[in-house]
């Protein structure tokens, strides 16, 4: 009798504990550990055109673009914290030019947020952005005058504001009331000329310099991002990223405008292809045309921007 009321206890134990422990993993889900995570993605494209007594004419040409991006991100339940980093330089040689810039952009990104709870997807969020490049720019086939340089310009955003985003790696979408855009122009020339929307250097009647040009322009504006990316097909993705920002004082309503879309056809773990488009508008940013007299250049105002890119190559991931 007593075994037998030894073995009914041992079982009921057993049911007790194992109802317990099939209750907990159902009310008490497993939430993911914060952590840091580290990802960067290196690439070079190529292409290439070759003649040989090719009948309809032709130039040869070859062009490379080296890509370079890195994020090392802490993910939570109701903070994250992203930092991204991206650089990119291209190249391009025909036979009978000079080499000449294709690409060039070196970019920082920062953002927190947090939320009180995960029943809402909105995230008090703050941004910094900064924006320049790395060598001399030309609007060829001049070469003596640089159009722009390191740090001429150079943009930085800090702002705060809310951002939405349920899985932000696909979809985001910011606002930010107030935001700060500074513009830089370090290079003397540059600045005096009144390049990028800064004030332009002072002289008197014989052409002497009274007041040299501002290297540093600041503006409080409205901030609007948004990124999307998803796959469209098997293996082929697409990604757009849009900036749009007016300024409060200056020049409200007048929106500058950055749209970034690119498409990524995956052929195989290493060997990939890209098209990307690239729309640019900023009213400070005024264009200029050669006149008669070599060497002089006439401000004919702001104008949309666009460039497009199409290449294939590899790309690691590390």
């Keep these: 009798m007593r075994k037998i009321l030894w073995m009914c206890m041992v079982l009921l134990c057993q049911f007790s504990i194992g109802q317990t422990t099939n209750a907990g993993k159902d009310s008490l889900p497993i939430k993911e550990v914060p952590k840091w995570v580290l990802s960067n993605r290196a690439s070079i494209d190529i292409s290439e055109v070759t003649f040989v007594n090719w009948s309809s004419g ?10 370079f991006k890195s994020s090392y991100n802490f993910i939570g339940d109701n903070f994250y914290w992203k930092n991204r980093g991206e650089a990119r330089y291209g190249m391009n040689k025909q036979e009978s030019q000079n080499l000449r810039k294709t ?8 953002s927190m947020g947090y939320r ?34 390191f740090m001429a310009p150079g943009y930085m955003f800090i702002g705060g504001g809310a951002e939405y985003g349920k899985d932000m790696e696909k979809f985001s979408f910011y606002f930010s009331p107030l935001t ?4 830089f122009v370090l290079d003397e020339d540059l600045s005096n000329s009144g390049a990028f929307g800064v004030d332009p250097a002072i ?6 310099l009274v007041k040299s040009g501002q290297r540093m322009r600041n503006e409080v504006g409205i901030l609007v991002t948004h990124f999307f990316e998803t796959e469209m097909f098997e293996n082929i993705n697409i990604s757009t990223r849009l900036s749009l920002y007016t300024d409060y004082i200056q020049s409200f309503g007048n ?30 940013i005024k264009t200029t045309t050669a006149t008669e007299v070599e060497g002089e250049y006439v ?15 590899v790309a690691f991931n590390f």
């Design 103 to 110: 690409e060039d952009l070196l970019e920082l990104n920062s």
């Design 203 to 208: 002289y008197d009647e014989d052409g002497n």
């Design 58 to 67: 032709g130039s040869n040409s070859i062009s490379g673009l080296l890509g």
């Design 299 to 313: 401000e004919s105002g702001a104008r949309v921007q666009w460039k497009q890119l199409l290449g294939i190559g």
């Design 255 to 284: 929106v500058d405008v950055d749209w970034l879309v690119n498409f990524d056809f995956k052929v195989n773990q290493y060997v990939k292809a890209s098209l990307t488009s690239h729309l640019r508008y900023d009213d400070d």
């Design 116 to 149: 009180k709870d995960s029943l809402t997807n909105w995230f008090f969020s703050a941004h910094f952005n900064f924006k320049s490049q790395f060598t001399n720019g030309y609007k060829y086939p001049d070469r003596e005058r640089e159009i722009s340089k």
């Design 180 to 183: 700060v855009k500074t513009t």
